[in-house]
């Protein structure tokens, strides 16, 4: 399975070495030739001799996206830090490219929400922050910190 | 008419000032703080605070009851989202959208945002009309009717010079309207011989403009290879 991941940034590249990890094939593209680096965090090898792939460019250069592979994606994750450029991306993954998955990282939970609602696969990270601190604060501060395992680490 | 125009750069600011002058009812939404401010100054409550990419701001600026909405910011996304959200969420029944960079027009368009004007692009086609050996020059497109109509100067070396209109092999799915000599313009018919200095109006399916150019163009056989 390949996965393309535009927007190399925290979000981004975690979850491109976590599907690497599982054994996908994954390409990230991203305009900043730096965000390489933050590829390689916590990794043994480079990027590439771990079989990863990585493009410079933007979301929206047809030349881009067809260099990272879209045209082969089975999953396509938009994950820049912008979430207009996210939603149009994923839609032009979804429409032209007809990727079978694609996902969006949208911070507005409002637009999230719609855009939910017109088949487009949207993950608002606000959302899911807000319900992590209401529950916290309902629970008295006792669950608040990190899950279960991490708290066994400690 | 109510309209809300987004972004209060030159496009936006001097729009907004023009359609108040017509009497239309404008919101115009900015969201950088200090250009709101120096706008504000000149068109009073008619500029409005935020970025109109939220769904809140657009409502807060009346969307709902909106009749058109211009996205004229800076940034192509911006302009794709709020006409996409307009059209689609608010019913907005008008929408035009500003191209800043012309190769993402066919983003536009994938999302169904129409019309959208790019300043690249018509420049461009005034360079094609005042350029003449640029040769072509698109006089209207009909995207949604599938129909352009095209201008194209007959040179000395055309291949159809001299030669009768019904003579000419006209590629299938193109049309001459209309035969432009000496600043007036005529329908020809089968018998009108083209001349030199002819500009030739022709109505075409969009993708026909190679044929044609190689049919009036310069060594352009008439006969289409015949």
């Not at chain 2, 029944?93 to 300043?119: M, T, W, Y």
């Amino acid at each position: 399975m390949l996965i393309l991941i535009v927007g190399c940034g925290r979000v981004g590249s975690s979850v491109a070495r976590a599907m690497l990890r599982e054994g996908h094939e994954v390409s990230c593209l991203d305009e900043d030739p730096e965000s390489h680096a933050r590829l390689e965090v916590g990794l043994e090898k480079s990027w590439e001799d771990l079989g990863g792939q990585f493009t410079v460019g933007a979301g929206l250069e047809t030349e881009a996206l067809v260099a990272a592979g879209i045209e082969r994606a089975d999953a396509f994750i938009a994950s820049t830090d912008g979430d207009n450029t996210n939603i149009v991306i994923a839609q032009i993954a979804q429409k032209r490219y007809e990727v079978p998955t694609v996902i969006a990282r949208v911070l507005d939970p409002l637009r999230a929400e719609w855009y939910q609602r017109q088949g487009l696969n949207t993950v608002c990270p606000t959302s899911v922050a807000i319900n992590m601190l209401e529950t916290a604060v309902r629970e008295g501060g006792e669950s608040s910190g990190p899950p279960d395992d991490s708290a066994e680490a400690a | 008419m109510y309209i809300i125009v987004v972004g209060a750069g030159k496009v936006g600011w001097n729009l907004a000032r023009e359609l108040l002058e017509k009497n239309h009812e404008v919101t115009l939404i900015e969201n950088n703080r200090r250009r709101y401010l120096t706008v504000e100054q000149e068109l009073e409550h008619n500029v409005s605070y935020g970025d109109a990419s939220e769904l809140w701001v657009l409502e807060r600026a009346g969307i709902q009851r909106a009749d058109m909405v211009i996205a004229v910011t800076g940034d192509d996304e911006d302009n794709m989202l709020i006409c996409q959200v307009a059209r689609e969420k608010y019913l907005v029944e008008r929408i035009i959208a500003r191209v800043n960079n012309p190769r993402n027009r066919q983003h536009f368009d994938l999302l169904g945002v129409k019309p959208s004007v790019s300043a690249t692009d018509l420049i461009l086609r005034l360079l094609e009309h005042e350029v003449p050996e640029y040769g072509l020059v698109h006089l209207l497109d009909l995207q949604e009717e599938q129909l352009e109509i095209i201008e194209m100067l007959l040179g000395s070396d055309s291949g159809v010079t001299g030669r009768r209109v019904g003579d000419l092999q006209m590629p299938e799915g193109s049309l001459l309207i209309s035969v432009l000599r000496s600043g007036k313009g005529f329908v020809p018919t089968a018998d009108t011989v083209l001349e030199e200095g002819d500009e030739i109006l022709a109505v075409l399916d969009p993708g026909k403009e190679d044929d044609l150019k190689i049919l009036f163009g310069p060594k352009g056989n008439g006969s289409n290879g015949a």
